[in-house]
């Protein structure tokens, strides 16, 4: 119980601050109005070792934040049975919602005088520079098999062990370098729960002016980075790296 706490809040600390920094730079009369991808992702960078730190103060030292990241531990064995796997996906996109709904009061007046409903949905969820779901697909399959790639290097025996504390320093900076390199097609989910909780308080909530939460994409960031987590899996494994 004390691991599914600390994924459910610190997956909410880590929409809290990556959802909320996209409405700081989209929504209208925000602060940060414009100014732009690098905050983008210098925020979702921050974001990730707030909530791993989170997580990890909370009793769940694997401090996953992301369905993918749990499903290739639970192919690498040794740490999840499939039960606690599926729960431990569960909590994360519950957490995932309530952070949403964190940064939905946080800039409650700014939806009402957002005009554009595909800037107040981009708060909440990814979606595609150029639409082809193909494509799209792809793009969250390789770089979610590069933040896997990336993770199982950082953490392999080769590299030696790293101090308590500086691990999630590295995940945040390795998340900060998939936005500037492969972020611009799709956004850069790599994370079931980041896109589908989020989606969903899209939906639900009373958001001023909403339009469509795109159902129809919605698909894409969920398979995609499973895909690409488990091909990560299957190369690592394959060459030894773990």
């Not at 925020?43 to 791993?52: H, I, N, P």
Request: glycine content about 14%.
């Amino acid at each position: 119980m004390t691991n599914l706490l600390g994924e459910f809040l610190g997956t909410a600390v880590l929409i809290i601050f990556g959802a909320g920094v996209v409405a700081n730079v989209l929504l209208k009369d925000s602060k940060g109005q414009g100014s732009g991808w690098i905050v983008i992702t210098t925020g979702w960078a921050l974001a990730v070792f707030a909530g791993v730190f989170t997580a990890v103060s909370l009793g769940a030292p694997q401090a996953d934040l992301n369905c993918a990241v749990t499903l290739a531990k639970y192919l690498r064995g040794g740490i999840y049975t499939l039960d606690q796997a599926i729960m431990t996906m569960v909590v994360q996109t519950v957490g995932a919602i309530a952070g949403s709904v964190v940064v939905w009061l946080a800039y409650l007046p700014h939806w009402e005088i957002t005009e554009d409903p595909g800037l107040k949905l981009g708060v909440f969820a990814t979606g595609p520079a150029v639409r082809d779901l193909k494509a799209n697909l792809l793009t969250e399959i390789i770089a979610t098999f590069m933040l896997m790639f990336s993770f199982f290097a950082l953490f392999s025996p080769a590299v030696g062990a790293i101090p308590p504390g500086v691990g999630p320093y590295l995940a945040g900076m390795v998340i900060f370098a998939l936005g500037l390199s492969l972020g611009g097609p799709t956004g850069y989910a790599m994370n079931p729960a980041r896109d589908l909780g989020p989606r969903i308080a899209h939906a639900i909530l009373p958001i001023a002016g909403k339009g469509s939460s795109d159902w129809g994409y919605a698909w894409v960031p969920v398979v995609g980075p499973f895909v690409g987590a488990a091909i990560a899996y299957v190369f690592a494994k394959a060459i030894g790296l773990i």
